[in-house]
């Protein structure tokens, strides 16, 4: 369970730079998200507690005062620390220089990890998108000074090296090439080729690593990019269908309904109505500016 104030914007096509989702989370022990695949780039930033960080079968164990970036299209699982879990807030971002401005803060997914001790700032940030994510000229500039502001600081902060994983090069590879090849006919066979291993070999080690076999690790993959696209994009569900690798959008609704209990359509607008039930949450709580415990007062939780 989470203590989480969440907002999604639909990104649009066409922008250099745009801001996707932010938002802060108070974790209870052991609190789990993901498996998931973004659409966007996402870098998170814990506050307080201690937590792993797990890509592509990589984890990094991570306390307060570090971040992590989530690059799109990559598999990624978080989870609180037992003994003490996070706290954390989080920025979404996309458009056609997000890929060039994420290179020049020296993060990628090799190396995701940072510090900084500019813990008042990017709170900051945060703070100011979520008192301005209105659908407003002022506030969506607003929105994306607050962003260029998360990202310089970012920029300022440095690569955490300690913070080595413990990966698998075949491993890393083969996630890499369902990634790029995603909404085609992926199979475990064609998979393990490119990585020059069999594929017995390979599913063994893909368990050792992700606790998946190929072919569920790209069931699980192709979910997922699925649910978050219907949260943060206006495609329609054949179009989400289709990217993911489904050849009829009847398949992605029959597998949505049976992983989610409801179809993509409806869950699409249950994500909109949390957001404008967050929205209406701000609005009630503004009294003069917000803080850190006064988002904690109007978050409300969200269970996917």
């Excluded at 962003?147 to 996630?175: H, R």
């Excluded at 029959?254 to 179809?263: A, E, I, N, P, V």
């Excluded at 607008?269 to 503004?286: A, F, H, P, V, Y």
Aim: net charge positive.
């Amino acid at each position: 369970m989470e203590n989480s104030l969440s907002i999604n914007i639909p990104s649009h096509k066409n922008q250099q730079l745009c801001v996707n989702a932010f938002g802060h989370s108070i974790t209870m022990p052991c609190h789990k998200y993901g498996p998931a695949v973004r659409p966007y780039y996402l870098i998170h930033y814990i506050l307080k507690g201690k937590g792993e960080f797990v890509v592509n079968g990589t984890r990094y164990k991570l306390s307060a005062g570090k971040g992590f970036l989530i690059e799109p299209d990559y598999q990624t699982i978080y989870m609180a620390d037992k003994e003490e879990p996070w706290t954390y807030i989080w920025v979404g971002f996309s458009g056609a220089d997000a890929k060039r401005c994420v290179s020049s803060l020296g993060l990628s997914q090799e190396q995701p990890i940072f510090k900084s001790s500019e813990k008042d700032t990017l709170t900051q940030c945060i703070l100011g998108m979520i008192q301005h994510n209105q659908k407003t000229p002022v506030d969506s500039f607003y929105m994306l000074s607050m962003l260029y502001l998360f990202l310089s600081t970012v920029a300022a902060a440095d690569p955490d090296k300690s913070s080595f994983g413990n990966g698998n090069i075949y491993v890393s590879q083969a996630i890499a090439y369902i990634r790029d090849h995603i909404a085609e006919p992926l199979q475990a066979d064609s998979v393990a080729k490119h990585v020059g291993l069999n594929r017995s070999y390979l599913s063994t080690l893909f368990k050792q690593h992700t606790g998946l076999s190929p072919l569920k690790y790209i069931q699980k993959f192709r979910m997922t990019k699925a649910q978050h696209l219907l949260e943060s994009s206006n495609l329609s569900v054949s179009d989400i269908a289709y990217s993911c690798g489904y050849q009829q959008p009847e398949s992605l609704i029959k597998l949505f309904r049976q992983q989610y209990g409801m179809s993509p359509a409806a869950y699409r607008k249950m994500i909109i109505n949390q957001t404008l039930s967050s929205q209406e949450d701000i609005r009630k709580s503004e009294t003069g500016g917000l803080s850190l415990s006064g988002l904690e007062e109007a978050s409300h939780q969200i269970r996917f």
